[in-house]
């Protein structure tokens, strides 16, 4: 699997674990305010244009201007599945 396809996996999951917490309307909202992020309407990212990297930390810091520090905490367990990857750590 290359580079952008575990990107684009980690994002849907990260943007699952926003529904649970906030509402699948809020955490896909809130996701397709990221520009460059392609969100279906199950939640699942189906693009990404331009820098991956840069498209997570835009995604994480709508969801952490929403909810601060829980989303931080909510999130540690989905990063630990993609250590090789920048940003998740």
């Known amino acids: 699997m290359d580079q952008k396809e575990q990107y684009k996996l980690l994002l849907s ?24 992020l392609k969100v279906a309407d199950d939640g699942k990212v189906v693009d990404i244009a331009g820098e991956a990297q840069e498209t997570l930390e835009k995604l994480i810091d709508e969801y952490v201007n929403l909810s601060g520090q829980i989303v931080k905490n909510a999130l540690t367990s989905v990063f630990a599945k993609y250590p090789e990857l920048k940003g998740s750590q």
Do not use: D, S, T, Y
């Open 13 to 36: 999951e990260i943007i699952a674990k926003q529904a649970i917490i906030l509402g699948p309307q809020i955490a896909i909202l809130k996701a397709r305010n990221v520009i460059g």
